[in-house]
């Protein structure tokens, strides 16, 4: 089981693109086949992908040194959430937590729920109490994933992709 395995939770890098951008295909399929609207545009795309690891906002979380999930963490910076429809728990700094893709060798293990302990440990070590994210309303799995790991819906936000709902965490 994954208990065994070798987690870690890095930084992408420039070699991860490739196998990034597989799982992010692999994600797009997995929720058109669910019937979720989300990433069913164009959107992300590979530039997207290679604009994250430039940036330094791609990290990945890899099981024995393969890479399992891709995640996009930004700092204090999403314009859209600005105008949300409802009201954040908090107003200082905070981590956007956007495009979470599990592999399809790693889905149904666990590890997207891992993840967000990676994620709020590393966003504590950055002296940041706020975790936002948002999701689309027919992102089943990732809603689940959000009520277990005590996210609490603030609101509606608006994107390219459209209506999205929000939430937030507060670390202690």
């Excluded at 545009?41 to 999930?69: R, S, W």
């Excluded at 109490?129 to 509606?156: F, H, P, Q, R």
């Excluded at 390219?160 to 202690?172: P, Q, Y």
């Amino acid at each position: 089981m994954i208990d065994k395995n070798e987690i870690q939770f890095k930084k992408a890098e420039s070699s991860d693109i490739n196998i990034i951008w597989e799982i992010i295909q692999q994600s797009v399929e997995r929720r058109r086949i669910d019937g979720s609207q989300q990433w069913q545009n164009g959107y992300p795309n590979l530039q997207t992908i290679e604009n994250d690891v430039a940036k330094g906002f791609g990290y990945v979380l890899t099981v024995n040194h393969e890479v399992a999930i891709y995640v996009a963490l930004i700092f204090n910076d999403e314009p859209a959430y600005s105008t949300i429809e409802g009201e954040w728990l908090t107003n200082g700094e905070f981590v956007v937590v956007h495009r979470v893709a599990v592999s399809e060798k790693f889905a149904g293990q666990g590890l997207a729920k891992k993840l967000f302990d990676y994620i709020e440990d590393f966003t504590k070590s950055q002296n940041v109490l706020s975790v936002k994210v948002d999701t689309n309303y027919d992102n089943l799995a990732m809603l689940k994933i959000l009520e277990s790991k005590g996210y609490t819906y603030c609101g509606e936000v608006f994107l390219a992709g459209g209506v999205r709902k929000a939430f937030e965490k507060v670390l202690i």
